[in-house]
């Protein structure tokens, strides 16, 4: 077996939940200590550790958190470079536009690219995963929306807490409430013991 073919390093859900937030946890406390643009500064660091240590420990990073560290970068560097906050709240409403539209676009072409960032989590028909595939195009847009409603009718701190401790809970929430789908539409488990 070559090193192409041995199975990847799967991550610990506990550790991807930190790789995830932890960047988010670093945003929000240094902004709570600071300001927007030290606590954007901040996550950016955090966000480059994260995809770091991702590599380090899984020899891989999982495309949704790198196209969103990329964004993190970009969107960052351009509220520091500026000095305009502007760019920063619109990180969210544009990874998460960015989602909706490969998602949209691979449902338009019959291929439900869920599947792919799911990375074989779950054994789905082909009818379920664009059902997925669908529903998860529609909740990212959501939370642009939400994201822009949020950011241009609050402060900036509750915009800030509402990224850390509202996006997350709605998330977590709304996959736990694709649970039916994920069981009505899972294959048969193959007989592991097949004798």
């Known amino acids: 077996m070559t090193s192409k073919d041995a199975p990847k390093p799967h991550a610990h859900p506990l550790l991807k939940l930190a790789l995830e937030l932890g960047p988010l946890v670093v945003f929000f406390l240094a902004n709570s200590r600071t300001d927007l643009f030290t606590a954007t500064a901040a996550f950016m660091a955090a ?16 495309v949704m958190p790198l196209v969103s560290g990329a964004v993190v970068l970009v969107f960052g560097g351009l509220t520091l470079a500026l000095q305009d906050e502007l760019f920063i709240k619109l990180k969210p409403t544009i990874v998460n536009l960015l989602f909706a539209a490969a998602l949209f676009g691979g449902l338009a072409f019959g291929r439900p690219l869920l599947a792919v960032a799911f990375d074989q989590a779950f054994q789905l028909t082909h009818e379920g995963w664009m059902k997925l595939t669908w529903r998860w195009a529609v ?13 241009r009718t609050q402060t900036t701190d509750f915009w800030v807490a509402f990224k850390v401790w509202g996006v997350m809970p709605i998330t977590m929430i709304f996959a736990m409430a694709q649970a039916p789908i994920l069981q009505r539409y899972a294959l048969p488990q193959r007989d592991a013991a097949a004798k």
């Open 139 to 151: 909740f990212f847009v959501f939370l642009a929306v939400l994201n822009e409603v949020v950011w």
């Open 47 to 62: 966000t480059v550790a994260a995809l770091g240590v991702s590599w380090v420990l899984l020899r891989r990073v999982p």
